[in-house]
């Protein structure tokens, strides 16, 4: 099946320091990706809609300055988090989807920000 | 009215009893519906995808659709110790944007079901 692997799992880094965070389609093509992220107790908010080739359509509120996506390759998407606060600790997780499958989710990146 | 509502919880259920979770949705243009299963601290995992009217069961697993309704639900039979965890109605809805299509997954805000020994 499906899999997608998200790179590293936990980051601590101090304020006002950027983090990427990768997501990689291991066994299949990835003409779009998606980046969530889950505050405790909360469900997954979308945060933008990564397409190959072309520029990642922000959901409403999400500062595109602040959240870079890059998707250069159809296995590859990352997420950069510029000048990091501790409010931008969360849990952000990946998604990629073959087709009309459904999604699969990488297991997640647990960001602390100190 | 939020795009994907799920019914609130939490829910407790005994250890063999069927467990029930409903999820409600706005979009009538949605197409896909799926339940997704996630453990405090992991990444979502995907249990059961709908795609037309009716049911459809996978093991102890039920999902049903009323696209009339907009209503999509998922039971779970011989509910198990571990089966307690966050449960996440999705939808999927196709997008257009710079011509490519997509579909765009919309999450309810989940709800967490309990199974007692």
């Known amino acids: 099946g499906a899999v997608v692997s998200q790179h590293p799992s936990r980051v601590i880094c101090k304020s006002g320091t950027s983090v990427k965070i990768e997501c990689r389609s291991l066994d299949f093509q990835a003409t779009t990706m998606f980046w969530y992220r889950q505050f405790p107790k909360q469900s997954l908010m979308l945060m933008a809609t990564?397409?190959?080739?072309?520029?990642?359509?922000?959901e409403q509120g999400v500062e595109k300055d602040k959240f870079l996506i890059n998707h250069a390759s159809l296995t590859l998407s990352t997420l950069t988090v510029t000048s990091a606060h501790p409010e931008d600790s969360s849990f952000y997780i990946c998604?990629?989807?073959?087709?009309?499958?459904?999604?699969?989710f990488g297991n997640g990146t647990r960001l602390t920000v100190t | 009215q939020k795009e994907v509502e799920q019914n609130s919880g939490p829910l407790s259920v005994p250890e063999g009893a069927i467990a029930s979770l409903n999820c409600t949705y706005s979009d009538r243009g949605s197409q896909s519906f799926f339940w997704y299963r996630q453990y405090s601290g992991k990444s979502p995992e995907l249990i059961m995808s709908?795609?037309?009217?009716g049911d459809k069961e996978d093991g102890r697993f039920t999902a049903q659709l009323n696209k009339a309704s907009q209503y999509v639900s998922l039971l779970i039979r011989d509910s198990q110790p571990s089966d307690s965890a966050t449960y996440l109605c999705?939808?999927?809805?196709?997008?257009?944007?710079?011509?490519?299509?997509?579909?765009?997954?919309?999450f309810g805000q989940g709800t967490i079901l309990t199974v007692h020994p």
């Open positions: 990564s397409n190959e080739g072309s520029k990642a359509t922000y």
């Open positions: 999705a939808v999927n809805t196709w997008q257009n944007a710079g011509g490519t299509s997509y579909g765009k997954l919309t």
């Open positions: 998604s990629a989807a073959e087709g009309n499958s459904p999604l699969h």
């Open positions: 709908i795609y037309s009217n």
